[in-house]
């Protein structure tokens, strides 16, 4: 790695957010559903407690989580810096189907704010529930499989 982070450092973390967008892809849609509710919404992240955030239509935008801000939380080292566009863009589609399959279980929710028209995405009562006993990738793939049932 270069002294003070230089273009080295900066490629290692291209070629790191890179290797993980192709583990991510290659995930069943439950289990990246399980990786974005965990790395977004679990114990110790940034969107963990939403209790005093969460809004009905209300002023505060950004209140919860967005594809934007969940972003640094899935790639390695923190950052999506220096990586290629194409690379964070794939990283962000992924982010929101699975935030999609997490709704679809209605293990999220999605919440819009009036102050910007942002949306962003909380947990429910039961994706918290889900969350604590380790069972996100179950319910996703229960819901999957109800849905494409005959």
Same mark, same amino acid.
């Given at each position: 790695?270069?002294?003070?982070?230089?273009?080295?450092?900066?490629?290692?973390?291209?070629?790191?957010?890179?290797?993980?967008?192709?583990?991510?892809?290659?995930?069943?849609?439950?289990?990246?559903?399980?990786?974005?509710?965990?790395?977004?919404?679990?114990?110790?992240?940034?969107?963990?407690?939403?209790?005093?955030?969460?809004?009905?239509?209300?002023?505060?935008?950004?209140?919860?989580?967005?594809? @934007?801000?969940?972003?640094?939380?899935?790639?390695?080292?923190? %950052?999506?810096? &220096? $990586?290629? *566009?194409? /690379?964070?863009? =794939? #990283?962000?589609r992924l982010i929101a189907e699975g935030l999609?399959?997490? @709704?679809?279980?209605?293990?999220?929710?999605?919440?819009?704010? %009036?102050?910007? &028209? $942002?949306? *962003?995405? /909380?947990?429910? =009562? #039961?994706?918290?529930?889900?969350?604590?006993?380790?069972?996100?990738?179950?319910v996703v793939e229960a819901d999957a499989r109800?849905?494409?049932?005959?």
């Amino acid at each position: 790695m270069s002294l003070f982070g230089g273009k080295g450092g900066r490629d290692d973390q291209a070629r790191a957010l890179e290797q993980e967008v192709q583990r991510l892809d290659g995930l069943s849609i439950a289990a990246l559903a399980a990786e974005v509710m965990t790395k977004a919404f679990g114990p110790g992240a940034d969107y963990e407690d939403p209790e005093e955030e969460v809004t009905v239509g209300g002023q505060n935008a950004y209140a919860g989580a967005t594809v @934007e801000g969940i972003t640094p939380t899935m790639a390695p080292g923190g %950052t999506t810096k &220096g $990586a290629e *566009d194409g /690379t964070r863009l =794939r #990283l962000q589609r992924l982010i929101a189907e699975g935030l999609q399959a997490l @709704e679809h279980a209605a293990l999220v929710r999605v919440q819009m704010h %009036t102050a910007m &028209g $942002a949306l *962003d995405y /909380t947990t429910t =009562r #039961l994706g918290r529930r889900v969350l604590a006993e380790g069972k996100v990738a179950q319910v996703v793939e229960a819901d999957a499989r109800r849905r494409i049932a005959p």
